[in-house]
């Protein structure tokens, strides 16, 4: 049995990475962080110095640019390495963890190029199944017949003191009503865009994790998960 294909979309801080990397360690699956391979080709265009509002030389861009997700090794889990990004064979897991690039993503992610490039890559990474994808558009557009949908979502400002908290242990001293802003602002942008808005599925299961754990978060969706295994 190959293993089912779960989906899990909702908005910045909403817990999706954290959770889909333990529901994927419970069910032995393989977890992909399609949001990683905005960031990467987003960090590059920066690197570049190409404006963020032409699409053209973007769309090029995305269709020049290889983005690999490794897992780490046991030992790199174990001193709490997560996933690594590689860009074009460079490493950059810590570098696209930053603001700015997370802005200068949600951005590159309303041009409808950039996004056929990384959905088409998205699809080819998660097509034998036994797999946990987590993003934006996953149970809309990557993958519309997931056995399992999830719209992760928790409040805005409990949202903001998670990403914030993370900023205070990487020494970062951000103010709290500055991250709350800019969890606004891209919540706003991924919502509104013409393409791939960030939208509940019609067949997605809703998960407000505002109050809940990550274990137990991730505990809910390994239980929905085993449901939809056929016996
Ligand atoms: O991927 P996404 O932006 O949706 O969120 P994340 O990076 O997985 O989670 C943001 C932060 O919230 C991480 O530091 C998680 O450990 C934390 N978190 C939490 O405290 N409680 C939850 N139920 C989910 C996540
Ligand atoms: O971790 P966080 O939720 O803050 O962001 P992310 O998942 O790393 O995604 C960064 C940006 O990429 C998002 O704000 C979206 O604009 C975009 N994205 C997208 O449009 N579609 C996806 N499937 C994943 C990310």
Redesign the pocket.
Same mark, same amino acid.
Request: proline share 0%; charged share 30%; no cysteine.
């Given at each position: 049995m190959a293993g089912l294909k779960i989906a899990i979309d +909702?908005p910045? +801080?909403? +817990?999706?990475?954290?959770?889909a990397r333990r529901v994927a360690a419970m069910l032995g699956y393989l977890y992909l962080d399609s949001g990683a391979m905005y960031r990467a080709v987003a960090l590059k265009a920066l690197e570049r110095g190409i404006p963020l509002k032409d699409d053209l030389p973007l769309e090029a861009l995305a269709r020049e640019t290889h983005v690999e997700l490794k897992a780490p090794t046991a030992e790199q889990e174990s001193a709490g390495l997560k996933n690594r990004v590689f860009l074009d064979g460079r490493e950059v897991t810590e570098a696209i963890r930053t603001g700015e690039v997370a802005q200068a993503a949600s951005r590159l992610a309303t041009i409808a190029g950039v996004r056929q490039v990384l959905v088409a890559e998205q699809q080819r990474a998660g097509q034998g199944g036994g797999v946990v994808m987590?993003g934006r558009d996953i149970g809309t557009v990557v993958f519309p017949h997931a056995e399992l949908k999830i719209f992760?979502e928790a409040s805005p400002e409990v949202r903001a003191q998670?990403?914030w908290?993370?900023h205070q242990e990487k020494g970062e001293n951000l103010p709290l009503l500055e991250v709350l802003r800019e969890v606004r602002e891209r919540d706003k942008r991924d919502r509104e865009r013409t393409v791939s808005p960030l939208v509940k599925a019609k067949d997605a299961v809703l998960v407000d994790?505002t109050a809940? +754990?990550?274990e137990e978060?991730a505990r809910l969706i390994v239980f929905l998960a085993n449901e939809r295994v056929p016996a």
């Open positions: +909702g910045a +801080g909403s +817990g999706k990475s954290t959770v987590e992760l998670r990403r908290k993370e994790n809940m +754990g990550i978060t």
